[in-house]
Structures are given as structure tokens and as C-alpha cells.
């Protein structure tokens, strides 16, 4: 049965961040960022790390700098340039190309150490993967779209590596109490697996609320991973720790890495 645990929201040098309660090794590093701190200012409030959203691009830079200082980071991550797909990127060789644009893709993985994978969320769900031996990593964005498209198995493939293998922690990410779709959406699931349905409970006349949740662990269980962590947040209700776009529109983006020395 995968394993679901309310991790603690933990203080590193001023910064309020998650770590995943997970088996990884010793040489697996994995966070989450909150909002908390960061020198944004409304409506992005924190530590926005994302320069798509309207943020002032100097202030964004200030709070990956703020970031990376305080996890120690190896290097500079591989952002992405995130568009609710299946795409996957090898970010050991996307880092060493010059002058690339960020590679425009939803999951991002690396064989190689020292190359720190991120993923930016604000409700979709993020996934940082490592295997048992801890040399490889992976960091996935899955909103409903990627989820239905098949990002994670996208990211599980290009890992290379049996689903035994294979740990995943779940991000925070919109809550089943709070994620409102509508039937297109969860066609979209039952159509291709009919035992998704259990992940989608009728609120009103044609619209559910969806557990992203279930719906990650089910396409994780059906590619034979089996070792799932993580999962007990709501970014929606949880306006206090959280960015969230269903519920401000206008906001910032956490993220979630992970690396491996």
C-alpha cells in the first residue's frame, strides 16, 4: 500500500520549507518550497521563483539566489519552460548546452550528480523520484492535463530503471476537497481507466471534485511503482504556506527539487 505522510513544514535559515519523509539515500537531496519569506511583493507575496507570472524579473532572481544559498545548492537548476505536457528533458545535458532557452518541457530527470532538477507548482502536482541506489532523480509538474497525457510515465521511462526501484514523493498540490472539474476532465481519466472513477466524487450537476492525488498514485501503482510517498497538503487551503492559482489567479510559484551528490 503507498504510504501517505503529512510532512512538517521545517525553518532553514529563515526560509520555510518541505522536506520529503521518504527512504531515499543519504546522497538524495529533495525540498519543497512555501511562500514564506522571499522578498516578493503582492500579489506574489514571498518567495515566487517564477519569472513567467508578471513578478519582477530582479526579484526573482533574488529569491532563487536566497534558494540556492540556503539548500546549498551544486549548481543553478535546470528550469523549465512548463506547458502542461508529457515532454521530458535529460537536465545533466541540457546544462551543459550554451545559450539554450529553457528547455520547454514537464518532467526533468538526471543520471548525472550535481544537476539539480526543479519543477514550479501553484495547485498542479509536483513528483520528485530517485531510485535505491540513488544515482538517478526526477522532478515531474502534473497538472490533470500531464497526468491524462502521461507525463509521469513519460518521466518513469526516460529514468530507465525498474519501477522496484523506484521512490516517488508527492508534492503539495490542490487537495480533493478543493480541485472543482467538470465532466471533460474526468472522461478524460475514466475513458482510458475505468477504476479512476473512484478519484473523482459529484459536487453539483456535471462537475467532481478530483483527488490529483489518487490520480498520480494509480498511474504510478499501473507502471508497478509501489514505493509512494508524500501527499498531505492543499495548496488551495492553505493560503498561509501555499501559492495557489485556482484560489488568487494572480500569484507565484513554488518549487519542488531534487538532486543527488
Not at 529563515?14 to 522571499?38: E, F, I, K, M, Y
Not at 459536487?203 to 498514485?217: Q, S, T
Request: net charge negative; aromatic share 8%.
Amino acid at each position: 500500500m503507498p504510504s501517505v505522510v503529512r510532512e512538517k513544514i521545517v525553518e532553514r535559515d529563515g526560509l520555510q520549507l518541505l522536506q520529503p519523509d521518504w527512504p531515499a539515500p543519504a546522497n538524495v537531496h529533495a525540498w519543497s518550497t512555501s511562500r514564506v519569506q522571499g522578498v516578493s511583493e503582492a500579489p506574489y507575496n514571498g518567495l515566487n521563483l517564477a519569472l513567467h507570472v508578471g513578478d519582477s524579473a530582479e526579484t526573482v532572481q533574488q529569491n532563487r539566489q536566497r534558494l540556492a544559498q540556503v539548500l546549498a545548492l551544486p549548481q543553478s537548476p535546470i528550469w523549465l519552460d512548463q506547458v502542461h505536457g508529457q515532454q521530458v528533458v535529460n537536465a545533466a545535458e541540457w546544462g551543459h548546452a550554451e545559450h539554450n532557452p529553457r528547455p520547454e518541457a514537464d518532467g526533468t530527470y538526471s543520471p548525472q550528480a550535481g544537476v539539480v532538477c526543479v519543477v514550479m507548482t501553484a495547485d498542479c502536482l509536483p513528483l520528485l523520484i530517485c531510485n535505491r541506489r540513488g544515482d538517478r532523480v526526477a522532478a515531474v509538474h502534473a497538472g490533470w492535463r500531464g497526468l491524462a497525457a502521461g507525463v509521469i510515465e513519460s518521466t518513469l521511462r526516460a529514468l530507465q530503471q525498474p519501477a522496484a526501484e523506484l521512490l516517488v514523493w508527492l508534492g503539495p498540490a490542490i487537495g480533493p476537497g478543493a480541485f472543482e472539474v467538470g465532466e471533460d476532465v474526468r472522461q478524460a481519466f475514466v475513458a482510458e481507466d475505468a477504476e479512476t472513477a473512484s478519484a473523482f466524487r459529484q459536487n453539483r450537476p456535471g462537475h467532481y471534485l478530483a483527488d490529483i492525488y489518487a490520480l498520480a498514485r494509480r498511474r504510478l501503482q499501473a507502471f508497478g511503482v509501489r514505493a509512494i510517498y508524500g501527499g498531505g497538503y492543499c495548496t488551495f487551503n492553505d493560503a498561509d504556506h501555499f501559492y495557489s492559482y485556482r484560489r488568487d489567479g494572480k500569484t507565484g510559484r513554488q518549487a519542488s527539487l531534487i538532486w543527488f551528490d
